[in-house]
């Protein structure tokens, strides 16, 4: 199965070390919105997006690069670094899952893990998250990557512990 993987990493790393741990257990390529190649993209069995978390969001860059992919099929995922934990009404990727089934694609699944924040106030601090994504946060991007390339169905993993219900 050809794999490619879009990633934006812009602050300290944190997502393509992400990508990374995803790629090696997909055999796939990790490349920045601006180093797709269409042709490379059309060809790919599964496509990856994947970025930090700005102000709640992912990175604008990548969003655009979506919203300027042809109408296709095929199969995708999303996934997140972000300082602070996401809010389950409102996840980080809801967006671009939206924008990404707009264009065709079946999202299968996201993941989302901890990561190194300096962000404003956390600067003052040292930051938040200092050793992650850590070892658990990597094998949890793997298996996470395993279950795409297996094709099991909505896959949502979080690398940190669920609320109780």
Not at 70 to 91: D, H, K, M, N, Y
Request: a positive charge.
């Amino acid at each position: 199965m050809k794999t490619v993987i879009v990633c934006v990493s812009v602050s300290h790393g944190n997502t393509r070390r992400i990508a990374d741990a995803m790629a090696h257990q997909l055999d796939a390529k990790v490349v920045s919105p601006e180093h797709a190649e269409p042709a490379e993209l059309a060809d790919a069995d599964l496509l990856g997006f994947g970025s930090g978390v700005f102000y709640g969001r992912l990175h604008p860059h990548l969003t655009e690069f979506a919203n300027t992919l042809p109408i296709r099929q095929g199969s995708a995922f999303v996934f997140a670094t972000s300082g602070l934990p996401e809010i389950p009404p409102a996840p980080f990727s809801r967006p671009l899952v939206q924008l990404l089934q707009s264009k065709g694609l079946d999202v299968d699944g996201t993941f989302s893990c901890r990561a190194f924040d300096t962000w404003a106030p956390f600067k003052l601090i040292g930051g938040l998250n200092k050793h992650r994504p850590g070892p658990a946060d990597l094998t949890a991007a793997q298996t996470f990557a395993a279950r795409m390339r297996d094709g099991r169905e909505q896959t949502r993993i979080a690398s940190w512990p669920a609320r109780p219900q």
